[in-house]
């Protein structure tokens, strides 16, 4: 808000726009932007698939499977 006045011309400052908001009982709705946290496209090694979705292994402590390297 104190930006659109600052544009329309009208010098105020943010925390008197802050009080004649909060005496006009009016909040700010602010809206989060999309961040990308996956990067497909990175440079890192890439563990082989050994088990090739094989989740069954057929002796004991033969496959062992993590979520991590």
């Known amino acids: 808000v ?6 329309a011309g009208i010098a105020i400052s943010r925390p008197r726009v802050a009080r004649l908001m909060r005496k006009a ?3 700010s709705k602010l809206t ?3 961040v990308n946290t996956t990067d497909s496209a990175h440079a890192y090694k890439v563990a082989p698939n050994l ?5 069954e292994p057929r002796m004991i ?4 499977v993590s979520d991590s390297l």
């Open 25 to 27: 009982h009016l909040r």
């Open 32 to 34: 989060r932007r999309f």
């Open 61 to 64: 402590n033969r496959a062992w």
């Open 51 to 55: 088990l090739d979705r094989a989740f």
């Open 2 to 7: 104190t930006k659109a006045l600052d544009m």
